[in-house]
């Protein structure tokens, strides 16, 4: 993969100012010229959530969750930090063979896309602090067996993973995996997602999140088949448990960006 040489301070795009985006290009050596006036951005559109019915009861009963939070970050933030992102590169996505990150292959029949990992901290710190209020703290199972426990949130993964998608792309049917820091002080048990630009035919067709409806699955009150499928919109974040299925549906035109990470949490 290629990394570009950027500075810390230019690898936070989520802090939008104004030439955000030609401070980006420049600093990468990419735009000499000076930045030209930019407009300021329109004012923020108001944040909303919105809870998701998940089809499979088996993963409800087990406290699975999923909602989405409309309007985290602007167009132009988004953007900005597709730009970023572009600057660095992007390589074919793997998946993990069951043994960890560290075992990782290309196996395009599950996972045919694109991806730049990308350790950002203060990017990560960033988005943890617009979500932070509406990510679940206190007794949880987070869709694993056994007792709830009273886990606190400490914050994102500083592991974003930029997902990239073209015509013909997809992430087929799966669960993801915990994230488990290495001195033992923190696992993960939710995947946020953060969009980056529009699917529904604006930037690209196809590329919906779907929560999978598991084969032998009964339909009992509290699941549903509908409402499964989000539609991709810049700005929004999708956050879930991690052991629900789902997949990163096939884009059918244009292209797809959005940002994965995980929800961090400590006992
Ligand atoms: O791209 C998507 O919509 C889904 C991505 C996904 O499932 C994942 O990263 O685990």
């Not at 795009?13 to 600093?27: G, I």
């Not at 896309?113 to 979500?131: L, T």
């Not at 932070?132 to 987070?142: E, H, I, V």
Request: a negative charge; charged letters at 25%.
């Amino acid at each position: 993969m290629k990394h570009a040489q950027l500075k810390e301070e230019d690898l936070a795009p989520f802090k939008l100012r104004p030439n955000a985006k030609a401070m980006v290009l420049a600093s990468a050596g990419v735009a000499s010229a000076a930045p030209k006036p930019q407009p300021q951005p329109a004012a923020a559109a108001a944040m909303t959530h919105r809870v998701l019915r998940l089809p499979n009861s088996t993963e409800i009963e087990k406290g699975a969750l999923a909602f989405v939070l409309h309007n985290v970050f602007s167009p132009e933030e988004c953007q900005a930090m597709i730009d970023a992102s572009e600057l660095r590169g992007y390589e074919a996505a793997l998946v993990d063979t069951g043994e960890g990150e560290s075992r990782q292959v290309l196996d395009r029949s599950r996972r045919n896309s694109c991806r730049n990992i990308w350790d950002n901290e203060p990017a990560a710190q960033g988005i943890f602090e617009r979500v932070r209020n509406y990510l679940p703290t206190g007794p949880q199972s987070f869709g694993y067996p056994g007792p709830p426990r009273e886990w606190q949130c400490v914050g994102l993964n500083e592991r974003l993973r930029f997902l990239r998608y073209d015509a013909g792309h997809y992430f087929r049917t799966h669960m993801d995996g915990t994230y488990l820091r290495e001195d033992g002080s923190a696992q993960s048990f939710l995947t946020l997602m953060l969009y980056l630009n529009d699917g529904g035919g604006a930037d690209f067709s196809g590329g919906e999140t779907r929560f999978v409806r598991a084969m032998l699955e009964e339909q009992t009150e509290g699941a549903s088949v509908e409402e499964t499928a989000l539609v991709p919109a810049a700005g929004d974040v999708l956050v879930f448990t991690h052991p629900v299925l789902h997949e990163g549906c096939e884009v059918l035109g244009g292209r797809k960006y959005c940002v994965r990470t995980d929800v961090m949490y400590s006992v």
